[in-house]
């Protein structure tokens, strides 16, 4: 395995005096995003180029790896170089690589003529895990099967969500707690029986409603519409409003990238400061994602 501890920002050199290790970095857009050319995921990577990858996903939060034909183990051995991977409690996995997710329209419920139009209208923008008390750092996601036309996805700054919000909402955000419950977005699709092992397994997590970056030490937004329940402390008809509307700053194309997959694309994002939206508009095409995620910390 090739490990990488990731130092913080302020010890490297500065990311935008940083050469990269010779990786060609495309700016995708002018919030996030860039697609990154000069390296082949099948191969082994030093740790040069491990450490050049993990300071252009903080410069960019999401990276894009065109025409990367990797195997399962090497999907596995990729996601390792940039810490411990974790599983998923409810999602199908890749049979005999529980690290890898298997990640279709529905997840647990199969997308049919009749819960077509009920599962785009519960499609929501969101981070990955966040009902886990350390949710996860990263998820790199690659494209196995796709349709002719759609799924697209779209990833959104969640930086710049919360950059852009009045000094004295921010100011107000800054000590605020949400609650993130896997049941919220899985507690439905389960039995009676998994329901209750969900709970037990991952009670309600209280997170900071600003998030501080671990490594660059930027603030974001963490409260999303998939799995954020409620803002603690204040009377629940201000937080369900409250969280809606924050929840909602996201959608603002300002903030977005819109991700065209190409056939063996490889994504990397930052789970700590983006969120995304899986678009649901090619059924009855098929589209099959594989994905490893990265453990990450307990927000503060």
């Known amino acids: 395995m090739n490990a990488f501890s990731p130092k913080p920002v302020a010890a490297s050199p500065a990311l935008g005096e940083y050469d990269f290790a010779g990786l060609g970095l495309e700016p995708l857009g002018p919030v996030l ?33 065109r025409d990367q034909d990797i195997t399962y183990d090497q999907h596995i051995a990729f996601g390792r170089c940039f810490g411990e991977l974790e599983s998923h ?25 009749a819960t077509h139009s009920q599962r785009r209208a519960e499609n929501k923008w969101h981070a990955d895990v966040t009902f886990r008390e350390q949710p996860s750092m990263a998820g790199v996601l690659r494209a196995r099967k796709l349709p002719p036309l759609g799924g697209d996805t779209l990833f959104a700054d969640t930086e710049a969500a919360l950059a852009d919000l009045p000094k004295e909402m921010r100011t107000r955000l800054a000590h605020l707690k949400a609650e993130h419950d896997i049941l919220r977005t899985y507690g439905h699709r389960v039995s ?15 997170h900071p409603v600003v998030r501080t970056h671990p490594e660059t030490g930027a603030k974001s937004l963490f409260v999303n519409h998939e799995f954020t329940t409620r803002i603690l402390g204040i009377d629940e008809r201000e937080s369900t409003e409250l969280l809606a509307w ?17 056939p063996n694309a490889v994504v990397f994002w930052d789970n700590r400061c983006t969120q995304h939206y899986p678009i649901l508009d090619y059924w009855p095409s098929e589209r099959l994602m594989e994905r490893v995620t990265v453990r990450g910390d307990r927000p503060f």
């Open 192 to 206: 009676d029986t998994r329901r209750a092992e969900l709970r037990r397994r991952f009670p309600p997590q209280a």
């Open 89 to 113: 409690p409810v999602m199908a996995h890749v049979p005999g690589h529980p690290e890898i997710l298997q990640i279709e329209p529905g997840d647990t419920e199969p997308v049919t003529a």
């Open 33 to 65: 995003g860039a697609e990154v050319s000069g390296v082949d995921l099948r191969e082994p990577l030093d740790g040069e180029v491990v450490a050049a990858i993990h300071a252009a996903l903080l410069k960019h939060k999401v990276l894009v790896f």
């Open 246 to 262: 924050l929840a909602d700053r996201v959608k603002a194309p300002e903030y977005q990238l819109r991700l065209k997959w190409t």
